[in-house]
């Protein structure tokens, strides 16, 4: 009985044994796997929490330039937005998750108001402006809306100062939406219904200047033989001098968003009549948004117009791939900062008044709708495009090419090809303007005189070309 007791013993701990061996490597793979996802929740964690810390330290008062410290740009006149960004930032961490609505998708945000469709939009640049224009014109032509097209197509008048003949003549009482590229004047009022909403964007000057002055290649345009910082370095070396042989467009490498924005070319270099004229800004425009806090801005301007939060998603325009993003020398940043004094100035005042504004908004509210916007911007993303960018000389769609050819563009699902939507959210704007010139078109909203003079025929060719081709 003992040996039979002791075969069978050894017989459960044979059977035993197997059973672990068969158990224990399920047991581990388990593991293995619960160990993956921990760490790939905790990678996504990391790097969602440092791109808001990174997007936190881009403080509106603060200027944020390679190579200079960031103690030497704290603006300390802005005392009450900079408290109010404080409390933004502790609102950010305060907010808990389980609280989140589900993102926001359709209605807005008055049922029983309409949203607001005569809008102006004074495009400045390198500001992100080419995507804020993108969203109205998404807006615009989903609703067959009017827009204001300059004889020039793509420009309105620009680089000079607005002209209301500077606009086709339309078969329509009045235009909704004036969105391409201009420079302000009071003849937009005389186009533009007088409900009209009066919307620009800015951005921190001294990251803006580099990011317009690479965009356009001035250092070839100029002819300088030098490329990246050093070309920074020598124009600022004699600023002056350099923009008189550029005629008209060089007056615009001063000061660019006041110039958008119509100070008067005497004006730009006058302290004085810059203040002067900011405070003229302050009563034309409804809302100034910061490009620093775009989505932030994008909410504001949501709740104002009335409009859903579907209406204001985006997929970024106009980035470069290529930076010159090398270390300035601190010499070169006071040169600029001297050079561009008048939109640091600009751009401080309207800061505090973007931060006054979020203030009344509650800022609790504004971390709040902004996530849930963020939420639905990736969803948007996740389903029109690939996450992996392409240089634009690289998109083989002549649809979705960008105008530079180091633009930085996301291409297309193919299963999204027929979707509308997705088309227009990575459609650029010279490509979207045809296609909204042709809806007009065919809508029958030109006014196209039976008999041309040579003046009007020069006028007309681009528009034939576009339409006919």
């Known amino acids: 009985m003992a040996k039979e007791s002791t075969n069978l013993d050894t017989s459960q701990d044979r059977t035993g044994m197997a059973r672990i061996g068969v158990i224990l490597p399920s047991i581990l793979l388990g593991l293995v796997i619960v160990v993956a996802i921990q760490i790939h929740v905790l990678r996504e964690t990391y790097i969602e929490l440092r791109e808001e810390m990174i997007r936190l330290h881009k403080h509106t008062n603060v200027r944020n330039v390679p190579g200079v410290p960031l103690t030497d740009y704290l603006d300390l006149e802005s005392e009450n937005a900079d408290n109010y960004l404080d409390q933004y930032t502790t609102a950010l961490h305060n907010t ?8 926001s ?16 939009i004074l495009k400045t640049h390198k500001t992100a402006s080419s995507t804020l224009q993108n969203i109205l014109m998404r807006f615009g032509i989903e609703r067959n809306l009017t827009f204001a097209i300059g004889k020039g197509v793509y420009r309105l008048g620009y680089p000079y100062h607005f002209r209301k003949n500077d606009t086709f003549p339309l078969n329509v009482d009045h235009i909704n939406i004036f969105c391409h590229h201009a420079r302000y004047s009071d003849d937009i009022k005389e186009i533009m219904p007088s409900d009209s909403k009066y919307i620009t964007i800015l951005r921190e000057p001294l990251s803006l200047f580099p990011s317009l002055f690479f965009y356009y290649d001035i250092p070839s345009v100029l002819r300088m ?5 050093v070309a920074l370095d020598t124009f600022t070396s004699n600023p002056t001098e350099w923009t008189r042989a550029i005629p008209v467009y060089g007056s615009s490498l001063r000061n ?3 110039f958008d924005l119509g100070l008067p070319l005497a004006s730009l270099g006058n302290l004085s009549d810059i203040r002067s004229y900011i405070q003229r800004i302050d009563t034309v425009y409804d809302l100034i948004l910061i490009c620093e806090y775009f989505d932030e801005s994008l909410i504001m301007m949501r709740d104002m117009l009335n409009w859903s939060t579907d209406d204001i998603v985006y997929i970024k325009q106009n980035a470069r791939s290529d930076d010159h993003s090398k270390p300035i020398s601190s010499k070169t940043v006071e040169k600029l900062r001297k050079w561009n004094e008048g ?13 006054n504004k979020a203030k009344k908004y509650g800022l609790a509210k504004l971390q709040h709708e902004v996530a849930k916007f963020r939420s639905r911007l990736r969803e948007w993303a996740r389903s029109c495009v690939s996450d992996v960018p392409i240089r634009g000389i690289e998109m083989k769609d002549k649809d979705f090419r960008p105008y530079g050819p180091n633009t930085l563009v996301y291409p297309l699902l193919p299963e999204q090809n027929q979707n509308s939507t997705c088309r227009h959210l990575v459609k650029p704007e010279l490509k979207f303007t045809v296609e909204i010139v042709r809806s007009m078109y065919a809508r029958g909203l030109f006014q196209l005189p039976s008999t041309r003079n ?16």
């Open 343 to 355: 939109d640091e100035v600009l751009y401080d005042h309207f800061n505090r008044t973007f931060w």
């Open 96 to 103: 808990d998750d389980d609280q989140m609505d589900e993102a």
């Open 454 to 469: 040579e003046s009007q025929q020069n006028e007309y060719v681009l528009l034939d070309a576009l339409v006919n081709s």
């Open 225 to 229: 033989n030098v490329t990246g910082s």
């Open 105 to 120: 998708q359709g209605t807005s945000i008055d049922a029983d108001v309409p949203p607001h469709q005569n809008i102006v």
């Open 256 to 258: 660019p968003m006041l």
